[in-house]
């Protein structure tokens, strides 16, 4: 081998070698600008935001979806309430995810999630999903929280049976929702039809922190359901109303009385209805009581 040759092969390696060494910090330094980049839609107005991100919408979509989740996620996990501006943050936020990729349903779940189930931000979630509806035509959930936030919280039976059979009309609607605009006025007490949608909103949630706030609603309005049926078949079969929740256990119409999951005392309202003092809320997170 030559001199001229073991040049040229010194030199190689040489590069090779520096060429191999600066990747990583070349990568690196792209990530962060890619970070950066990405970082910037938080900031920005929802339609600046749908422009500027381009062929990217997916990737910038995705990336402030994590930012809501990890947001909620860290307020959850700390057990606290979140304050009003930090609710309309969340839903700034969801309307930014919404603009940029329209079709995105992940948004939607969390909105129909935090913002009604804790905000009480139901005008705020109902844009949302009439958004959804209007970019996912083939979808039947959509219509479906639709017609439930109507139904369970405004308490229009009416409004809610016109959007269940518009659900009902979707592809993909399962076999028990299109009967259900029919029967919606079987649930007259609202608690057996809030059972069955945070049943399937549970399985629409992927966050566990969501899932185990869910979860713990969830078992409250059985325990509510199981003590309003026993309260009907008590009235039915006795001709009067229960004193209290006791005399379904002393009159055999129960074996035991379920447990209120977040603490409080079970009361039997005028027209049937159960009640608790907790209001299905953390202990923490309750109003004190107001002084006679």
């Given at each position: ?79 606290r309430d979140l304050s009003a501006e930090e609710w309309q943050h969340l839903h700034r936020l969801l309307v930014k995810i919404t603009s940029i990729d329209p079709a995105f349903w992940d948004p939607y ?184």
């Amino acid at each position: 081998m030559n001199k001229s040759t073991l040049l040229t092969l010194a030199v190689f390696i040489l590069a090779t070698t520096a060429y191999a060494l600066t990747i990583p910090g070349l990568s690196q330094v792209r990530q962060e600008r890619r970070a950066e980049q990405i970082s910037y839609f938080v900031e920005v107005p929802p339609q600046l935001a749908k422009v500027g991100s381009l062929e990217f919408k997916g990737i910038v979509a995705d990336y402030l979806m994590l930012e809501a989740m990890t947001f909620m996620g860290e307020r959850i996990g700390q057990n606290r309430d979140l304050s009003a501006e930090e609710w309309q943050h969340l839903h700034r936020l969801l309307v930014k995810i919404t603009s940029i990729d329209p079709a995105f349903w992940d948004p939607y779940v969390l909105a129909e999630t935090m913002l009604v189930w804790q905000a009480g931000m139901m005008d705020e979630a109902n844009e949302l999903l009439l958004n959804a509806a209007r970019h996912r035509p083939w979808d039947y959930r959509p219509f479906y929280f639709l017609g439930f936030n109507s139904f369970y919280f405004k308490k229009d039976v009416v409004g809610g049976a016109k959007y269940l059979r518009q659900a009902a009309r979707k592809a993909n609607c399962p076999d028990y929702l299109k009967s259900l605009a029919a029967r919606l006025s079987l649930y007259g007490n609202e608690t057996a039809l809030g059972i069955l949608f945070l049943e399937d909103l549970i399985r629409e949630t992927s966050q566990e922190e969501s899932r185990a706030y869910l979860a713990k609603r969830l078992e409250a309005l059985r325990a509510i359901h199981i003590l309003e049926k026993a309260v009907a078949e008590y009235g039915k079969t006795l001709q009067k109303k229960p004193a209290g929740v006791t005399d379904l256990v002393k009159q055999g119409f129960l074996e035991e009385i379920p447990p209120d999951p977040y603490g409080g005392d079970w009361v039997i309202m005028d027209n049937g209805r159960i009640y608790t003092t907790s209001e299905l809320v953390e202990k923490k997170h309750r109003r004190p009581a107001q002084k006679k």
